[in-house]
């Protein structure tokens, strides 16, 4: 869910959608790219994301990653679930007085 949201915003490579996700979370959240790069690959065969070789920053051939309409279909059902797990959550950890 977190790389398809990073992916929203337009085409990543691998670091930057890394970077992103760190630097939102404030970096609580440490990618490590032995998970990332599967994960990418998982995402691409599932059709979600879409994959091309661009030139990055520092002029080095890198794959960039896009957000796909599948893609954004299924960041919408990810978030909607996302929301309804936090909700069932909260509602056991602090219940309603009674």
Not at 65 to 75: F, I, P, S, V, W
Request: aromatic letters at 8%.
């Amino acid at each position: 869910m977190l790389v398809l949201q990073t992916l929203v915003l337009g085409p990543a490579h691998g670091h930057t959608i890394a970077h992103a996700i760190e630097h939102g979370s404030e970096e609580v959240l440490q990618i490590e790219h032995g998970s990332l790069y599967p994960a990418l690959h998982r995402l691409e065969d599932r059709g979600w994301i879409a994959s091309f070789w661009g030139t990055s920053d520092n002029n080095r051939k890198a794959r960039y990653y896009r957000l796909t309409q599948a893609g954004r279909k299924q960041l919408i059902a990810q978030t909607t679930r996302w929301d309804q797990m936090v909700r069932a959550i909260g509602r056991i950890l602090k219940p309603a007085s009674e």
